[in-house]
């Protein structure tokens, strides 16, 4: 009987990598997270396809200020307190 191949196991948190290069990654994480719950909320509120993208677009610059505003007064209080 062979024996079954160890599984590599890798760890995708490398402390050595940039913060700025970690910062990009949940950001373009969340663009299209953003985008998927802004169409869904839309869609579940309107049935004609014009409608949907407008109050869509709309959805998602208030979420996306929301967050930008969020991860600001975070970034502010950690420079703050350094």
Same mark, same amino acid.
């Given at each position: ?17 940039? @913060?700025?290069?970690? @910062? ?25 396809? @014009?409608?949907?993208? @407008? ?28």
């Amino acid at each position: 009987m062979l024996a079954a191949a160890p599984v590599r196991r890798t760890n995708t948190y490398n402390p050595n990598t940039p @913060r700025r290069a970690r @910062r990009l990654t949940m950001i373009y994480t969340a663009i299209p997270v953003v985008m998927v719950f802004s169409l869904c909320y839309a869609a579940t509120r309107f049935e004609d396809l @014009r409608s949907i993208f @407008r109050h869509a677009l709309y959805f998602g610059g208030w979420l996306s200020f929301a967050i930008l505003l969020v991860i600001g007064i975070m970034e502010l209080i950690q420079w703050y307190l350094r």
